[in-house]
């Protein structure tokens, strides 16, 4: 594997199913190109009317079939002003300017990126903002509550106690974390369901309520606690609840990797997401062989559309990522990557989110970078469809 500099904020992608990605955290350092306001106050608001709904396992938007493409904005709630950030800042008015029609961008809103570094207190600037131009613009967005890394975020790896009662518990992190993951669910969801563009809520990216050796959190120190599924389950039953209260309408997307992960594994994926709390099911897709369904019979993108079939939930690819740069010429991972979204598609997929749009992609290296200027725009703007 070609080396990479960035760190994923939705953790390690594991090694069986697929390559270990990086993008979004660490970045080439602060590039300020917006002003900041004074932090905010928490704000109560109705929750708006969804505009993202699903029917017989397919995602509509304003009643009509929507086929969304996109793309991951690690990077869109960094300000290096207030928070600790997630890779360079975006200039978020180009961004969504720039974005075709009903595409969809799914960000990182986690705790740490609405604390200000400095005061140590809730500060919503950042956050808002993202908000705000997505509004300015019609753009969709799919706000991600939690990483199970902790990348860009508390910097905790989530373990099977965190998902038991953990995540209930008070963690303090100075700049990073003050409130419990259950309360900062309250805080988010009941702050931002107003917006007209939200098209749901994920509460964590690549959940796995596996067990590290020590502090030694990676994939091959990880073992996988038999209950795993049942405590898996029953955090998207309680964590989802919140959500289900606060703002009723609005889908909630399972932001698991979707192959042979703790928790998920073989028919652990269907007794998960048969969760009431889970509207729209995931798969992340990192496979390096081209093909648009990767992946074994037990836990491949083909067997996880089944059980999405079954349970009539739609099956999103929320990140979909292939490398290019010094390895490959950008146009022609424009071609790998429609190749492979095109089969999934045909296969019943409900949209694919590219990893990851960058404001300065790295074109002498081998990265999943996009740029302002790649390719890939355009076949987002192809592949986007409504009605």
């Known amino acids: 594997m070609v080396g990479v500099l960035r760190v994923r904020w939705f953790g390690p992608l594991l090694a069986a ?14 590039h300020h190109v917006v002003t900041t306001s004074a932090p905010q106050a928490a704000a109560s608001a109705p929750s708006a009317p969804a505009s993202v709904t ?12 929507w086929w969304p493409a996109g ?11 207030i928070n600790y950030g997630c890779g360079a800042e975006v200039d978020l008015d180009a961004y969504f300017r720039k974005l075709p029609p ?18 140590g207190k809730l500060d919503f600037t950042a956050a808002d903002r993202v908000f705000a131009a997505a509004e300015k613009y019609g753009q969709p967005v799919l706000p991600v509550l939690g990483a199970q890394t902790g990348d860009c975020g508390d910097e905790i790896f989530k373990q099977r106690d965190w998902y038991v009662d953990g995540w209930t518990k008070v963690n303090q992190v100075p700049g990073r974390s003050i409130m419990s993951f259950r309360d900062w669910v309250h805080t988010a969801v009941d702050r931002w369901r107003s917006s007209p563009v939200l098209v749901g809520w994920e509460l964590m990216g690549e959940p796995e309520p596996s067990v590290c ?8 120190f990880r073992t996988c606690p038999k209950d795993s599924p049942q405590v898996l389950r029953t955090f998207m039953d309680e964590a989802g609840k919140i959500v289900r209260a606060l703002d009723p309408n609005r ?3 399972a932001g698991y990797v979707g192959g042979s992960q703790c928790g998920i594994a073989g028919d652990a994926f269907a007794y998960v997401s048969a969760s009431p709390n889970i509207d729209v099911v995931e798969y992340h897709d990192y496979d390096e062989d081209a093909v648009p369904l990767p992946g074994g019979p037990t836990h491949g993108l083909a067997r996880r559309l089944d059980q999405s079939r079954t349970l009539q939930k739609p099956l999103l690819v929320a990140e979909i990522g292939e490398y ?22 045909a ?34 703007a192809a592949d986007t469809t409504l009605g």
């Not at 009903?102 to 005061?119: D, E, G, P, V």
């Open 54 to 65: 699903m029917h017989a396992g397919q995602l509509l938007l304003d009643g009509k079939p």
């Open 251 to 253: 889908l909630i997307y």
């Open 324 to 345: 290019a740069g010094s390895c490959l010429p950008l146009n022609d991972r424009r071609d790998l990557m429609d190749h492979r979204i095109s089969g999934q598609r």
């Open 17 to 30: 199913v697929l390559i270990a990605a990086s993008t979004g955290c660490g970045g080439n350092g602060p």
């Open 213 to 220: 050796r020590g502090s030694q959190c990676d994939l091959r």
């Open 347 to 380: 296969a019943g997929t409900a949209g694919a989110l590219i990893w990851a749009f960058v404001p300065d992609p790295r074109l002498d290296e081998c990265t999943y970078d996009v740029g302002p200027d790649d390719p890939l725009w355009t076949l987002v």
């Open 102 to 119: 009903h595409a969809l961008t799914r960000f990182a809103m986690f705790q740490a990126l609405a604390i200000n570094k400095n005061s």
């Open 71 to 81: 793309f991951n904005g690690p990077q869109l709630t960094t300000d290096y002003a």
